[in-house]
């Protein structure tokens, strides 16, 4: 598996997704991944990862607060917030904890509901997330870098990941249009 | 349907969607073509994603069990 101790992704370099799509039977998927928190990140990995071991072609282009999945400034800080989710805290152990969601504001619950969900993981014997980022690359998908969100919010091209392509909507539509299936997350 | 012989163990016991899949792939590439992986799972919902895996992968899935919370599958690798 490949190495992904802190800013050691070594992700092959994307080709053009223009190339990719002579030529292949395989499936394809293409992935809008628009969120950024650790816990919105995930279900994009484990259809990633998942369409990759079912060996699909997969490309996922990481927009707005999903780019933090492949800024290397962010992507190994990704954070929980218990605020503004009706359905936080989930069930502990099986038993509701009744905590009022009110109470997330208090400083240092993010840093708290961060750390509860890598244990519930943890003990779930679920992979963290660079080990599914790990995976994703071993399987050949691809990570594309959203431009504008890039020129928006200051992303320079050194803090992407390495191997990771910046383009915009045309042609990851472009991409996505040969795709067999296509999902917003 | 008897005759089936394991070249390969793979125990996903106690690993959840997307592991049992993810290994699954990972190990039918360290076996011959023709040769027959045995992987075991415990998560429920293995039996339905190991069907899918074969139908999407092209790797016959042989033969399945199920008991005792615990799931068998057996694939031959055809690629």
């Not at chain 1, 998908?141 to 392509?165: L, P, S, W």
Request: with cysteine; charged share 20%.
């Amino acid at each position: 598996m490949t190495d992904v101790g802190e800013r050691t992704f070594t992700a092959p370099t994307a080709d053009t997704p223009m190339e990719q799509t002579s030529g292949s039977d395989r499936k394809r998927m293409a992935l809008v991944a628009s969120k950024g928190g650790l816990d919105e990140v995930f279900p994009v990995l484990i259809m990633a990862t998942t369409a990759a071991a079912l060996d699909w072609e997969v490309g996922i282009f990481c927009t707005f607060y999903g780019l933090d999945m492949i800024n290397e400034k962010r992507m190994h800080k990704l954070k929980v917030s218990p605020i503004g989710n009706p359905a936080a805290p989930p069930p502990l152990k099986g038993r509701e904890m009744g905590m009022p969601t009110f109470l997330g504001i208090i400083p240092g619950m993010t840093k708290m509901a961060t750390w509860m969900m890598k244990g519930w993981m943890s003990d779930s014997k679920m992979p963290d997330f660079e080990e599914m980022m790990a995976i994703c690359i071993d399987g050949g998908v691809k990570f594309y870098a959203c431009a504008t969100t890039m020129g928006v919010m200051n992303v320079k091209q050194e803090d992407i990941m390495k191997g990771a392509t910046c383009l915009g909507a045309a042609a990851f539509l472009d991409f996505a249009a040969d795709a067999d299936l296509a999902l917003f997350i | 349907m008897n005759d089936i012989t394991t070249d390969q163990l793979l125990d996903c016991s106690g690993l959840l969607c997307p592991m049992p899949v993810v290994k699954t792939s990972q190990a039918i590439k360290t076996i011959e073509v023709g040769q027959v992986l045995e992987m075991v799972a415990t998560d429920p919902g293995a039996p339905l994603d190991m069907e899918a895996w074969a139908r999407q992968t092209g790797h016959p899935l042989l033969k399945q069990t199920a008991g005792d919370g615990e799931y068998r599958f057996w694939f031959r690798r055809t690629k």
